[in-house]
Structures are given as structure tokens and as C-alpha cells.
């Protein structure tokens, strides 16, 4: 069985730092891509960041030069280094992986809230 466990959330003041861990496990087949994803209250899930072997990573225009993802392959972990951060990114942060089947999972959230 699939099981993605995020940490790293929390509370932190604008223009601080938080970083995220999600380790996946019960994985089998090959991961094709891991991704963390955000949802504010009453706003639509929205793509973070995202990173594969195949086309390295990927960012949204509000995460460019301040976050940064990585991956620990051998590890199945992937890592969320979120900078400079504001109110606007308060949110639950999802992880999210795609395997080769593209068959994708989630994790079950973990909240960060910017606020002084």
C-alpha cells in the first residue's frame, strides 16, 4: 500500500523559512515525478513545484526564486525548501507522486501559515 507522510509545516513569520519533507513508501514501481501542491481556503489546488529524473524541475511563477524542490531517489523522499515567505503562501501543502504507470497518489497535507 501507497503511503505519503509530509512534515515540515507550520507557523512562521513573513520572510522566513520552512521546510518540507515528503517520504513515500509501499512503492514498487519506478516514480516518475514528485510534486508538492498548495490549497488555500476557498482557492482551487495549485501546482508548487515538481521534479523528475526526466525533466528535472519545474516551478509555479510564485515559487520561482524563492522555493526549491529536490528529491532523494534512493530515499523516495522529496524535500520542499520554501524561502522569503509570504502571507499569500499560507496554505496545506500537499506532496504528490506519479509513478511510471502514471498512476499518481497524494499525502495527507500538511499546513504552513505565514503571518506575524
Known amino acids: 500500500q501507497v503511503q505519503l507522510v509530509e512534515s515540515g509545516g507550520g507557523l512562521v513569520q513573513p520572510g522566513g523559512s520552512l521546510r518540507l519533507s515528503c517520504a513515500a513508501s509501499?512503492?514498487?514501481?519506478?516514480?516518475?515525478?514528485m510534486g508538492w501542491y498548495r490549497q488555500a481556503p476557498g482557492k482551487q489546488r495549485e501546482l508548487v513545484a515538481l521534479?523528475?529524473?526526466?525533466?528535472?524541475?519545474n516551478y509555479a511563477d510564485s515559487a520561482k526564486g524563492r522555493f526549491t524542490i529536490s528529491a532523494d531517489n534512493a530515499k523516495n523522499t522529496a524535500y520542499l525548501q520554501m524561502n522569503s515567505l509570504r502571507p499569500e503562501d499560507t496554505a496545506v501543502y500537499y506532496c504528490?507522486?506519479?509513478?511510471?504507470?502514471?498512476?499518481?497518489?497524494w499525502g495527507q497535507g500538511t499546513q504552513v501559515t505565514v503571518s506575524s
Open positions: 504528490n507522486v506519479v509513478i511510471l504507470t502514471l498512476d499518481g497518489y
Open positions: 509501499g512503492i514498487s514501481i519506478p516514480i516518475y515525478s
Open positions: 521534479i523528475g529524473s526526466r525533466f528535472g524541475a
